[in-house]
């Protein structure tokens, strides 16, 4: 983790404002509490429930997408739900699409695997590792042969690199100068099977290799990825080549492939005032790793929450998740005549 | 009326192109040595003279990558046309064609689409053995969501890819190396071959074979040659295999009670084996024999000019399938 004190932004100083440190808590939340719901619903109704879920990631996604502006878009990967609600995207219509419904966003069709919102800028989600990179690479074409000032972000975790496809877009993005964030959540778990198997030393020996210019960063930090992630748009929109982040974090305990489980518990937000209240098994993660509780302990360590504010914004994003869960719900089934239309344009 | 030019199926291809990237500045041009070089086959010779490196994109050797992102840009708002030089080659392509491009329109229910062409090379003839000889069209005609173009002659080709460069949907052309010079009469000005059309291309009626992309003239030389046995032989070509005119190949059928299937591609699970089924179920009343088929022996396409040309269909073989197949 010793390049993250390079951060470029942070050698360029400059704080973030209140404003934004709040937005991005409360952003944090609520991809939270959507994930939390997600394993809810998934308990309730017996049909679902093989999600990739976003937990332990909300810094990365809720800092990179807050600094994209409207017309800039996305590729994302199986692990999405978390992107889509960091961009704004309604979590009514999202947990409805996981639930295979009627009024999800796109009628049941993809699913959590595939969620595509293109009034947030979110073009396909691709459950093919590595996936994204070329579909993001593409854009980044389409914008700078359009003369957009537009740029295109591939989100995609640290398996991606081990695909030809992710190699062979950073690399098309390089020869052609294309204005692409690549954004890799590296949640590799020490002592685990991690999900690539690079022989490089780091991954970012790979985008340097093909010359592009790469920075490490800590994704547990929220304030630290804003940075990373301000300075890196601004630096592709400004020069139009692209810009590679991996954002180093710790895999969520719950996290499974083939169905997560809430095994550090909903998150309880009184555990950012009083660190006692932590324990059990999964203490160590809980404490250090988890983005949400950690930014919260700075902001009220920095007096800019109050145990009563952070409950008051939780009681607001609960208040979203419960309407979220009523719109799913009363959402119908496709009708299974309309399963044959749309296979064309 | 003035008398009407003859060009090549390869010029043919070209002016398509010419005339659409002129119309429409989203149509750029992508694959490997399609710029300055012009294509290995000189199949978009001039384009990049005339458009330059900003819609002729030469592309490293990364077909997986390109395609992919091809399709990302389709999304995005251009109108790609990517070139995988032979169609073995599919091979590199495939995730991103199959799992991304076929699907993009319907996962997200029409929120976006992939107006995409995916022009390729086939067949055998040329002893370039195994991996540069295969017809492959049959693979991609299996994926919900592909449109599929195989033009025989150099009018089909140019009226099917003005079709394809107005088509939202992913469509893939595939061409057969051995037809880029033949020659056909083509109008002066700009004309649309819709898909899903079958063309007659000779009538007749004891007899319908329908034949995919190089076979229509191997099938049409044997009708010269069953003509001398006083066989009356259709030739049908489908032009395009998805969306394919089952109605157009049942009216035939309807004519002469007898089908036989020629395809260049492989026979197990092929593009005739879909024919062949769907005329079995939709002309069933008016069949007098069974569907018969005709295509590659499954075996990799051998370099040796002795052997190539056992493995595919010619005009001998379909003429003696065709007597076959009407009991002489």
């Not at chain 2, 086939?122 to 173009?149: C, D, E, F, I, R």
Request: aromatic share 6%.
């Amino acid at each position: 983790m010793d390049e993250v004190a390079a951060a470029p932004w942070d050698r360029q100083g400059g704080e973030i404002d209140t404003d934004t440190r709040v937005t991005l808590f409360e952003r944090m939340l609520l991809m939270r509490r959507f994930e939390e719901e997600v394993i809810a619903v998934a308990a309730a109704h017996k049909y679902i429930g093989r999600n990739h879920l976003y937990i332990g990631h909300e810094a990365t996604g809720a800092a990179v997408l807050a600094a994209l502006r409207p017309g800039d878009v996305a590729h994302t990967t199986h692990r999405n739900h978390g992107h889509l609600i960091a961009r704004g995207a309604d979590p009514g219509k999202a947990l409805a699409e996981i639930m295979g419904r009627e009024n999800g966003y796109n009628r049941g069709r993809g699913g959590t695997w595939h969620i595509c919102s293109r009034e947030v800028g979110f073009l396909s989600t691709s459950a093919m590792v590595g996936g994204s990179v070329g579909l993001a690479v593409g854009a980044g074409l389409a914008a700078q042969r359009a003369r957009r000032r537009t740029i295109s972000v591939a989100l995609f975790g640290d398996g991606a690199l081990d695909e030809g496809i992710g190699y062979e877009g950073l690399n098309f993005a390089s020869v052609f100068n294309l204005p692409v964030l690549f954004m890799c959540e590296n949640n590799a778990k020490t002592g685990q099977r991690p999900s690539s198997m690079l022989a490089a030393q780091s991954l970012l020996d790979v985008p340097r290799a093909l010359r592009i210019e790469s920075v490490l960063v800590n994704g547990v930090d929220v304030e630290a990825v804003y940075k990373t992630a301000t300075w890196a748009v601004e630096r592709i929109r400004r020069t139009g080549a692209p810009v590679f982040i991996e954002a180093k974090l710790e895999r969520w305990p719950g996290s499974h492939q083939l169905k997560p489980e809430l095994t550090t518990g909903r998150t309880n937000l009184r555990m950012g005032f009083d660190l006692s209240r932590i324990t059990g098994e999964h203490a160590d993660w809980i404490g250090q790793q988890d983005p949400v509780l950690r930014h919260l302990r700075i902001l009220a360590e920095a007096k800019v929450l109050t145990e009563a504010d952070a409950l008051a914004i939780d009681r607001r994003v609960d208040e979203q998740m419960k309407k979220a869960r009523a719109y799913a719900e009363a959402s119908p089934f496709p009708n299974p005549e309309s399963a044959p239309m749309g296979v064309f344009a | 009326m003035p008398e009407e030019r003859e060009i090549t199926y390869r010029a043919a291809i070209i002016e398509a192109l010419r005339e659409e990237m002129r119309a429409d500045p989203r149509v750029i041009v992508l694959g490997e040595d399609v710029g300055a070089a012009g294509g290995v086959f000189k199949q978009t010779e001039g384009l990049f003279a005339e458009f330059g490196t900003e819609r002729v994109i030469d592309t490293p050797i990364s077909e997986s990558g390109a395609f992919g992102i091809a399709v990302g840009a389709a999304m995005t708002g251009l109108r790609p046309v990517f070139e995988v030089m032979f169609c073995d080659f599919l091979t590199l392509v495939m995730d991103q064609l199959v799992n991304q491009a076929a699907k993009v329109h319907y996962m997200s229910n029409g929120l976006l689409s992939v107006p995409l062409v995916l022009r390729t090379t086939m067949g055998t003839g040329a002893n370039l053995g195994p991996q540069h000889s295969q017809s492959l069209y049959a693979w991609t005609a299996h994926v919900p969501g592909l449109k599929v173009v195989v033009p025989s002659t150099a009018y089909d080709a140019k009226g099917l890819y003005r079709s394809a460069l107005r088509d939202d949907n992913p469509v893939l052309i595939f061409e057969d190396r051995l037809l880029y010079n033949t020659k056909s009469p083509i109008p002066e000005e700009p004309f649309a071959v819709p898909f899903g059309r079958c063309d007659v291309k000779r009538a007749g009626s004891d007899i319908t074979i329908v034949a995919v992309g190089r076979m229509v003239h191997a099938a049409l030389a044997a009708a010269t040659r069953l003509a001398e046995h006083g066989l009356d032989t259709e030739v049908v070509d489908p032009r395009s295999l998805v969306p394919l005119d089952v109605e157009g190949l049942v009216r035939s059928v309807r004519k002469t009670n007898r089908v036989l299937v020629v395809d260049g591609g492989h026979r197990q699970y092929g593009a005739a084996a879909e024919i062949a089924a769907t005329l079995s179920e939709e002309a069933f009343d008016w069949l007098d024999a069974p569907v018969t088929r005709l295509a590659a022996e499954d075996v990799p396409i051998p370099l040796s000019r002795s052997l190539e040309p056992l493995v595919q269909p010619n005009e001998m073989r379909i003429a003696e399938q065709a007597q076959i197949l009407m009991g002489r």
